[in-house]
């Protein structure tokens, strides 16, 4: 069965750091063969992308809200992918996904799309608030 399990959210203040992990089990690859993005989702709102990391080279791209502030990683070893978000703003808040592509690879042309994704996880809770 294949999963996607995201974690590491939380209730912190303004200005504080959150990391969430993405971890995968089940697929026919190790999740470093496929690209895999970060969407949240806050309430009465769309779903909108956060980052993306390439398989292989792992570049990376960002929305314009989370530059300077969210870092995306991955650990192989572990079959896992980082989202590392600092400085939090309350607009922050929402449930953050992680979903993979079998493409492997994030473009600024694409990489926002839902329906580029293939499998997505059961999200997690980010709530920045003072």
């Known amino acids: 069965q294949v999963t996607l399990v995201e974690s590491g959210g939380g209730f912190v203040q303004p200005g504080e750091s959150l990391r969430l992990s993405c971890v995968a089990t089940?697929?026919?690859?190790?999740?470093?063969?496929?690209?895999v993005a970060w969407f949240r989702q806050a309430p009465g709102k769309e779903r909108e992308a956060v980052s993306c990391i390439s398989s292989g080279e792992h570049s990376t791209l960002y929305t314009e809200s989370v530059k300077g502030r969210f870092t995306i990683s991955r650990d192989n070893a572990k079959n896992t992918v980082y989202l590392q978000m600092d400085s939090l703003k309350p607009e922050d808040t929402a449930v953050y996904y992680c979903a993979t592509d079998d493409r492997g690879y994030c473009r600024a042309s694409f990489y926002h799309r839902i329906e580029q994704y293939d499998f997505w996880g059961q999200g997690t809770q980010v709530t920045v608030s003072a």
């Open positions: 089940g697929f026919s690859h190790t999740l470093d063969y496929y690209a």
